[in-house]
């Protein structure tokens, strides 16, 4: 999940705001489609990628880590890439 400065912008919902239900979205598709499935959260601003949540079927770690989450930094993808795979 990117949380550079420039996911905070003035319109609704914010990027950030978008994000943190596109996050939603996927762990709700994720881990109805098959009950088996487990979810992360990393976040890729900052000074580096960071792991919010491990894999997990609790949508309430999701939350947490989604809470935790800061915007910060500059984006840090294909080393937040590397470190999910």
Do not use: C, W, Y
């Not at 939350?63 to 989450?69: A, E, N, Q, V, Y």
Request: net charge positive; aromatic share 4%; proline share 6%.
């Amino acid at each position: 999940m990117p949380t550079t400065k420039h996911a905070k912008i003035s319109f609704r919902p914010s990027r950030f705001e978008a994000q943190a239900d596109a996050v939603n979205l996927i762990f709700q598709a994720k881990t109805q489609a098959n009950p088996e499935s487990s979810v992360g959260l990393m976040s890729m601003g900052g000074s580096g990628p960071e792991v919010l949540t491990t894999l997990t079927t609790e949508p309430g770690k999701i939350l947490d880590g989604l809470h935790r989450t800061k915007i910060r930094g500059s984006s840090h993808i294909s080393t937040g890439i590397n470190i999910a795979a």
